[in-house]
């Protein structure tokens, strides 16, 4: 009778033991899912950043853009009063702001961003190129007055 006792209370200790280790298992299961489940919710809170700052950041060089476009315009309105060889390099000046513009327009449209390193490269030359072609603006808008 102690034997079956001793028995039955060692089979009874073994599957406690079994048990908790399952409970441990478990909870070590339950921890790592919630890791995962805020590490998924961080990055997809760091893309949602990374798309907006695209959105914005073409949607101001789309503005900027525009903008050249208009101005464009009363530059080929100045040039036309002009004579001579003034308003030939006016005209050819204008062409080439034009065809820069359109560059500008095309990149940014046409620019798909794949990782954050790949976009802070092409923000660094963009914004590079539209501030040149900005001073490129400016420098005419002195001319033609």
């Known amino acids: 009778m ?17 048990g908790s280790g399952c409970m ?10 919630k890791k995962v489940s805020e590490t998924d919710m961080k990055a997809s809170d ?3 950043e990374f798309e907006k700052d695209v959105e914005v950041f073409r ?9 050249n476009e208009k101005q464009m315009e009363l530059y080929s309105k100045q040039a036309a009063l002009k004579r001579g060889k003034a308003k030939t390099d006016f005209e050819k000046t204008i062409e080439e702001l034009k065809d820069e513009n359109a560059d500008m327009k ?10 954050k390193q790949g976009w802070e490269v092409f ?5 590079h190129d539209m501030s ?3 001073k490129s603006f400016e420098d005419f808008a002195n001319k033609i007055a």
Not at 59 to 67: D, G, H
């Open 106 to 115: 095309k990149r940014i449209g046409d620019f798909k961003s794949d990782t």
């Open 2 to 18: 102690k034997n079956k006792i001793k028995v039955i209370a060692a089979a009874l200790v073994i599957v406690g033991a079994m």
């Open 123 to 127: 923000k660094k030359e963009f914004n």
């Open 132 to 134: 040149k072609l900005e």
């Open 59 to 67: 949607k101001t060089a789309e503005n900027k853009i525009a903008a």
């Open 24 to 33: 441990s298992s478990t909870e070590s299961s339950t921890k790592s899912e």
């Open 46 to 48: 760091e893309k949602k």
